[in-house]
């Protein structure tokens, strides 16, 4: 049974924004799936279904960013959901966009909603995506950029980066982290 975690803000005025590239991902995957994600449940949409013959949960926190963690360690208690069976999916400004970088036990890296789940888990013992934004340009504050929606030249790399992301999570499951870093890095 595996846990996949998209990071993102909730609200639609959130909705195209840098940040919920995590959001975008465990959506794609969902509508390749044919599951719904509308079940709330701690703190979070949730929905279930299965990928490789394996049960999934996909989850989408509905706290900000920051408190991702608090949706993220209820679910996986109650579904006794190993970190080891984690997947988080999230934005990352050190990647150019268009970029994918898939990783097991690595640090916060700065982002919020991973750190906050490393601090509800206790450790970081879980598998990450992490879907390249780009940097911001200079003179914008990290912050503003991550919140602000992909220009329109931007867009169609962040579909790529989605679809990257989502045959990253097929392979890790199927395959495992090594195949999936050999793919993706």
Not at 22 to 29: A, I, P, S, T
Not at 90 to 107: F, P, T
Not at 161 to 182: F, P
């Amino acid at each position: 049974m595996r846990l996949i975690v998209g990071l993102g803000n909730p609200g639609r005025s959130y909705s195209s924004h840098r940040h919920n590239i995590g959001f975008d991902v465990v959506d794609f995957l969902a509508g390749e799936m044919g599951v719904s994600i509308e079940k709330k449940s701690f703190g979070a949409l949730l929905g279930e279904g299965s990928l490789n013959s394996e049960k999934v949960f996909l989850a989408k926190p509905q706290g900000y960013m920051n408190l991702s963690g608090e949706s993220v360690a209820p679910i996986m208690g109650y579904y006794k959901i190993s970190r080891n069976d984690l997947i988080v999916v999230h934005d990352d400004v050190d990647l150019e966009l268009g970029r994918i970088k898939v990783s097991m036990g690595a640090g916060h890296g700065g982002h919020n909603g991973v750190r906050s789940i490393i601090d509800h888990l206790g450790n970081n013992d879980f598998f990450r995506i992490r879907a390249g934004v780009g940097r911001p340009p200079e003179h914008w504050d990290t912050a503003d950029y991550v919140l602000a929606p992909f220009s329109p030249e931007e867009k169609k790399l962040a579909a790529d980066v989605v679809k990257l992301a989502t045959d990253a999570i097929k392979i890790l499951i199927a395959e495992g982290l090594e195949a999936a870093q050999r793919k993706f890095h």
